[in-house]
């Protein structure tokens, strides 16, 4: 955000826009879920480390809690 308080988004990595544009559709989707299996392990560790007598189980539920709360936050801008 600027002193406005309008988000500007950052800057485009043109190298990563390059190598993203020569893939094929199926290894872009691969790309995502790949990132989003990076993303939910991050979560996954942090919460684990937060809560470390929960089973694995109790851990993925609390994974679930943060994301759906996290669909029901509004961005900000």
């Known amino acids: 955000m600027d ?23 199926g290894q872009r989707i691969q790309a995502l879920l790949d990132a989003r299996e ?13 809560y470390p007598n929960l089973s694995s189980r109790e851990i993925n539920l609390k994974l679930l809690e943060e994301i759906a709360r996290a669909g029901r936050t509004p961005p900000r801008l």
């Open 3 to 25: 002193t406005t308080g309008t988000y500007h988004f950052d800057p485009l990595d043109l190298d990563q826009i390059r190598l993203l544009g020569g893939l094929s559709p």
């Open 38 to 50: 990076l993303a939910v392990g991050l979560i996954r560790g942090r919460l684990h480390r937060r």
